[in-house]
């Protein structure tokens, strides 16, 4: 097994400083292209046309995914859904988008994500009717930190930026999610090692 660096991901959100830095401004217009499975994970990818902003610097959006239970947690609050867009830019350095969830009313968006997510076997062909325009993240402000990629091959650095705004989601919502990736897919909590972690257009 390869050496992981010291920068690995997912870590818990805490010690956090509010910054001035750009947050990110997302400009989603792109219809789904395929699904794909990766390690037994479904992979929503879209068409070119939308992106992340950050400031002069744009990331396109490459393909949305999921895991539960959630990944991050915040001053030691565990969630119980996450929802990553995953982005790239012209020099393929990656950026991810999460949105964390804990268990409350259904939310419409990740149902329509759910429903348009082929059980295993039948990604051949699906290609979900899903506008990236409709799913982009609101937020009060993002969490920004230099982690990983949470699965295999765990690849450093990417920017991380997760959303302060916790969304709901209804038990029998876990549950599909859960069955689509063929039980409960999250990485375990790992060593901050000293990194920053600063809060960008947050509003106190």
């Given at each position: 097994?390869?050496?992981?660096?010291?920068?690995?991901?997912?870590?818990?959100?805490?010690?956090?400083?509010?910054?001035?830095?750009?947050?990110?401004?997302?400009?989603y217009?792109?219809?789904?292209?395929?699904?794909?499975?990766?390690?037994g994970l479904?992979?929503?990818?879209?068409?070119?046309?939308?992106?992340?902003?950050?400031?002069?610097?744009?990331?396109?959006?490459?393909?949305l995914?999921?895991?539960?239970?959630?990944?991050?947690?915040t001053?030691?609050?565990?969630?119980?859904a996450e929802?990553?867009?995953?982005?790239i830019?012209?020099?393929?350095?990656l950026l991810?988008?999460?949105?964390?969830?804990?268990?409350?009313?259904?939310?419409?968006?990740l149902?329509?994500?759910?429903?348009?997510?082929?059980?295993?076997?039948?990604?051949?062909?699906?290609?979900?009717?899903?506008?990236?325009?409709?799913?982009?993240?609101?937020?009060?402000?993002?969490y920004?930190?230099?982690?990983?990629?949470?699965?295999?091959?765990?690849?450093?650095?990417?920017?991380?930026?997760?959303?302060?705004?916790?969304r709901?989601?209804?038990?029998?919502?876990?549950?599909?999610?859960?069955?689509?990736?063929?039980?409960?897919?999250?990485?375990?909590?790992?060593?901050?090692?000293?990194?920053?972690i600063i809060?960008?257009g947050?509003?106190?």
């Open positions: 097994m390869t050496d992981l660096g010291n920068g690995q991901s997912p870590i818990d959100i805490s010690d956090w400083l509010a910054s001035n830095d750009a947050a990110p401004e997302f400009a217009g792109s219809n789904a292209s395929r699904v794909e499975r990766v390690q479904p992979m929503i990818h879209f068409h070119s046309g939308s992106e992340v902003r950050l400031g002069a610097d744009r990331y396109r959006l490459l393909q995914h999921w895991h539960t239970p959630a990944e991050h947690t001053e030691a609050e565990e969630f119980d929802l990553h867009f995953v982005h830019n012209e020099q393929d350095d991810v988008v999460g949105v964390v969830y804990r268990l409350g009313k259904t939310d419409e968006n149902q329509q994500i759910i429903d348009q997510t082929p059980p295993a076997g039948a990604e051949d062909g699906k290609v979900p009717s899903l506008s990236a325009g409709g799913l982009a993240p609101r937020s009060d402000g993002f920004h930190y230099t982690g990983s990629l949470t699965a295999a091959p765990f690849s450093e650095p990417v920017q991380w930026y997760l959303a302060r705004t916790v709901t989601v209804s038990q029998r919502q876990v549950e599909q999610l859960q069955s689509l990736t063929g039980g409960p897919n999250a990485r375990a909590l790992q060593d901050r090692n000293e990194r920053r809060c960008v947050c509003s106190e």
